[in-house]
């Protein structure tokens, strides 16, 4: 069975600045890998890269290959809005729609499935972030009323309700406090049985608790 | 310190004493019609004085530029703020500062020499000089400054949300009509708001190309007809009646008019456009 | 349909819209050039107009114009600076700067027929300068207020606190301040809005078609109470006797010329203003 990620001599540049500089490594299917090290070494653009998130940055330029499930997702007629489908990103800064937590969920997935099948899946993405019993009498209030770690675990849920199968988190912990901290980090473990997870933190401890592998950046020169 | 107090005092006179003095100037005519001038149909100097034609006309001609520029204005605001690389779109900025800096006359030269021709050419018009004319410069005019806004609303919706939507696999047109649009809204309206505004007061260029007939177009909506605006009326009679008598009056209560519309406008225009600024 | 298919017919249509748009600047300016430049003799710039403006050049227009405009910044800049400066600097209550903010969107919204009209009454018959040169540099002097207030006002704000409080600790007085740190911080932002003000008056007809200007019969000015003759209402006459084809061609001369002058301008003022912002960033 090939990984789930390979990733081979990869370069990342920013007009005259190279962020990443030949890396290579392979990610196995449902596991959770953490990446670590100093800020500004290009753990963020490491994952942003991952799902074609850095494109439309001007001056972005890549080298080497990145292989999701066996297909490089720099080939040219790869569809990105697809590529970005199976693979979810979470991002630092909990940010959820004006809209209600309902909408919320559906956001990505809104155009694709039926009527009939939207209530069954908030419930069930819902219920996975260990949200559902919160939030189910105020389906119909705005998202942005919810708490910050209640926020960040919708958006968890709204990514997965795209059904991923990889799951990119940057950071998911920083702007949360401890004990929100704590729900993502089971809700991470809980989340390794389907999806293979990598994880961008500058907490050693967080990452040793959660996961199977760790990568270590260092700033390249 | 007295010396810029007094300055500012200057600034703050100049901006309510013109208030002031339409009012003090227009007292005469409402003196003698009351609010009947607001309705009156006919205005012949020396006898009848009625707003209703100028009224209506500033009203359609504005409402019209409106309907135009709307849907452009908004399409191109996507695409410039959504699509371009920031080069491209710094250079499309610059182009449209520039295009906001041509003077009213110059529009005024191109509105009679081509436009009116245009129509009268293409909708087989006996005069060129209509309602549609004026719409149609007055929306050539005012595009650039409700295109800058509306770019400039969309721009400051925080790039977090463009970054989640696409993360969750939303194409960049969905991210921009589902996620920035919406967000913009607020800011957009208070664009075209500031746009009508100046459209309203525009004087010259409508001037040229409205045909300048004191009355509604018959059927109303008939917008190839010559009509008048509040403006254009005040910039063809304001040199004869200049000073005193119940005709400066009749124009000082015109202009009156014209300037409350203006403000009101512009006043909920800024109130959208500061609402953005604090959410 | 495929999003991504969607996405790519809507931006193809999306990019000939904005390239049309754009165009409209190149259009206009085409427009004005191919009409102008065949009317644009060597001489056009120097000679007086002859035969009612049918004929000869713009010499004295041009200059009307330069005078109207340079008189009204002359009357506008110690009055906004001033005012800007006790807004920023002495004005603690916040209802009083917002009043004097919303009087400033109110100036700034005001038609500028109005000027025209409130402004000539106010000056011309009460304050007795009549139609003249005076009045009009008046007047726009009025109208182009907010704009070099919004100028003077950006580059005031973006002033860093340390600058005031390095003076404040040297025990500098308010106005040795004003005159040390702010009035010289600040220079290219009043320098741009001192070029985008006489852009804007420049471009200005409305205003001044009743209060300043005469047709014809006056050249330059030789009192105060004398009108003088602008590009703006030279075109404005010319462009009326549409019928006439020499008018005409001479209206679009100087059209051209006047175009020149607002883009010379504005332009000028881009360069000043990314003066401004590598200051800043120093």
Known sequence: MSPAIQIKNLTVTYGSIKVIDDFSCEVKENSVTAIIGPSGCGKSTLLRSLCRMNDRIEGFNLTGQVLVQGENIYHPEVDVYELRRRVGMIFQKPCVFPKSIFENVLFGVKHRIDKKDCNPLVERVLTEVNLWKEVKDRLKSLATTLSVGQQQRLAIARTLAVRPEILLMDEPTSSLDPESAADIESLIESLKTQHTILLVTHLHEQAEKVSDNLIFCNIIR | MWVFAGLNLIFLCCAGGLFLFLIFESYPIFKLHGFDFWLGQDWWVGEAYGALPMLYGSTLVTALACLLVLPLALAVAIFISEFLTPTSRRCVKAILELLAGVPGIVYGLLGVSFLSLWIKDVFGLLDGNTLATASCLLAIMILPTVLTLSEDAMRSVPAEYRDNALGLGLSKWQTATAVVLPQALPGIMGAVLLGIGRAMGETIAVMLVVGSLDRIPDPWFNIFSSAQTIPSKLGREAAEAIGEGTHWSALMALGLTLFIMVLLINFIGNRFLKRRSIS | ?282
């Open chain 3, 1 to 282: 349909m495929n999003p991504a298919t969607f996405e790519k017919g809507m931006v193809f249509f999306l990019t000939i819209l904005t390239l049309l748009v754009s165009s409209l600047l190149l259009i206009i300016l085409a427009t004005v050039f191919a009409k102008g430049l065949p009317a644009l003799h060597s001489g056009f710039l120097i000679e007086a107009s002859e035969n009612f403006g049918r004929e000869g050049g713009i010499i004295y227009q041009l200059m009307g114009t330069l005078i109207l405009m340079t008189g009204a910044v002359l009357i506008s800049l110690p009055v906004a600076l001033g005012s800007v400066i006790y807004q920023t600097q002495y004005l603690k209550s916040e209802t009083g700067k917002e009043i004097c903010r919303q009087f400033a969107q109110m100036l700034n919204a005001t038609p500028t027929i109005l000027f025209g009209l409130v402004g000539y009454l106010f000056f011309g018959v009460y304050l007795e300068t009549g139609v003249s040169w005076v009045t009009g540099s008046l007047i726009l002097a009025v109208m182009i207020l907010p704009t070099l207030q919004v100028s003077i006002r950006e580059a005031i704000e973006a002033l860093p606190d340390q600058y005031k409080d390095a003076g404040m600790a040297l025990g500098l007085s308010p106005w040795s301040q004003i005159k040390t740190i702010i009035i010289p911080q600040c220079y290219y932002g009043i320098i741009t809005g001192v070029f985008l003000g006489l852009a804007r008056a420049a471009g200005e007809t409305a205003a001044i078609m009743f209060a300043a200007t005469t047709f014809s019969g006056i050249h330059l000015p030789e009192s105060f109470s004398d009108p003088v003759p602008t590009l703006q209402t030279h075109m404005l006459v010319l462009t009326q006797e549409a019928a006439n084809p020499e008018a005409l061609a001479q209206a679009w001369s100087a059209g051209l010329v006047l175009l020149s002058l607002v883009f010379f301008l504005t332009v000028m003022a881009w360069i000043l203003r990314s003066r401004l912002k590598m200051e800043a960033e120093l």
